[in-house]
């Protein structure tokens, strides 16, 4: 079993890097979210603070590294460029699904990166339906003491471990234990989706028992039925997996609906993410925080310097967005009138 889970994560990077794992027609959304540019923004551009908070961290950019990967060998040269990158830029990092540090000692290294990025915020991952195959708070904890983490986030990917060979799909009553290991936990518990978006009812429902932030990983980004299409040897499923690449919530639809169930809880819009204008799209329409993943991948697997380039690329373009509209900090871009948005 533990060398299926590493070959998985060294495929699936491959995948992620090389082949079409997006959708034809499905999209982020925020090509239907305009800003009205203003002209007089009577703000000095060099004053634009683009710092934050992060679950009562302090951080420099409302950024995330999206969890992406760790298992693999390839994979602990990618974190600890993003380790690095992260602490010198002040991004929160979140690491790969983290089964497998458990089931294995090989390629721990690939989630202890700690060393590299002391001060940032780092989310530790697990698939939430594990918690039906056998792992429960002790083993959470585990996970979260070796990665020396500050959060744990749970990740939903129901139509993903359909597709995947050997996928783990019993969701039955996951709500109950969610709660239960919120409880049980004494660390910020997150959830998310892997691309197909969660909406407000569905983010309510898990706020209402404790979970302290909601990634909404929408659709428009990196399907993750596509990924497992390449990965199957089985005709059926891969036929399946076509029928889904257009399946999801895109990501602006998905931010937009989850603001108005949970109130003033943290929401990470993340899914299809690419630009530091995308990223103020979707801060306006509510969200805290933006994750990026496979946007960043490939800078990942060359090196720091990369990793650091397209980090301050987005940097900038998020703080161009805020003296387009005259915004000088982050809560006056989350109050800004100046966002026009058009549900589907």
């Not at 830029?89 to 690939?110: D, N, P």
């Not at 949970?262 to 993340?270: D, K, P, W």
Request: proline share 2%.
């Amino acid at each position: 079993m533990t060398e299926s889970i590493h070959q998985r994560k060294a495929e699936h990077i491959q995948i992620a890097l090389n082949e079409k794992v997006t959708g034809d027609h499905i999209t982020t959304g925020l090509e239907r979210v305009h800003f009205v540019h203003n002209a007089l923004p009577e703000i000095d551009f060099q004053e634009i603070s683009i710092e934050t908070s992060f679950l009562g961290h302090a951080i420099k950019t409302p950024f995330l590294i999206s969890s992406m990967t760790g298992g693999a060998a390839f994979a602990e040269t990618i974190n600890r460029h993003l380790a690095v990158a992260a602490e010198e830029k002040g991004w929160v990092l979140a690491l790969g699904s983290m089964r497998a540090l458990i089931e294995s000692e090989e390629h721990r290294a690939s989630f202890q990166v700690r060393k590299y990025a002391p001060n940032v915020p780092i989310i530790a991952n697990l698939g939430a339906v594990q918690l039906n195959y056998g792992f429960q708070a002790d083993l959470c904890k585990k996970i979260v003491e070796m990665s020396d983490a500050n959060a744990l986030v749970l990740h939903l990917n129901s139509i993903q471990e359909v597709i995947q060979p050997n996928g783990d799909t019993n969701f039955k009553d996951l709500l109950i234990k969610i709660e239960k290991l919120v409880s049980e936990m004494d660390i910020p518990i997150g959830v998310k989706e892997v691309g197909w978006g969660i909406d407000g009812d569905i983010a309510k429902k898990l706020t209402d028992v404790g979970i302290s932030f909601i990634d909404v990983a929408g659709a428009g980004g990196t399907s993750w039925s596509q990924v497992e299409k390449y990965r199957s040897a089985d005709p059926i499923k891969r036929a399946a997996a076509d029928a889904f690449s257009e399946w999801g919530i895109p990501t602006v639809d998905s931010v937009a609906s989850v603001r108005k169930k949970i109130g003033n809880q943290t929401i990470v819009a993340s899914g299809g993410m690419a630009t530091g204008l995308d990223a103020a799209k979707t801060i306006a329409l509510g969200a805290d925080a933006v994750g990026f993943g496979r946007s960043i991948l490939k800078e990942a697997t060359q090196s720091v310097e990369d990793v650091i380039q397209v980090m301050e690329t987005k940097e900038l373009e998020l703080r161009i967005a805020m003296f387009g509209v005259g915004a000088s900090n982050l809560k006056e871009l989350q109050a800004t009138d100046r966002v026009r948005y058009t549900e589907r």
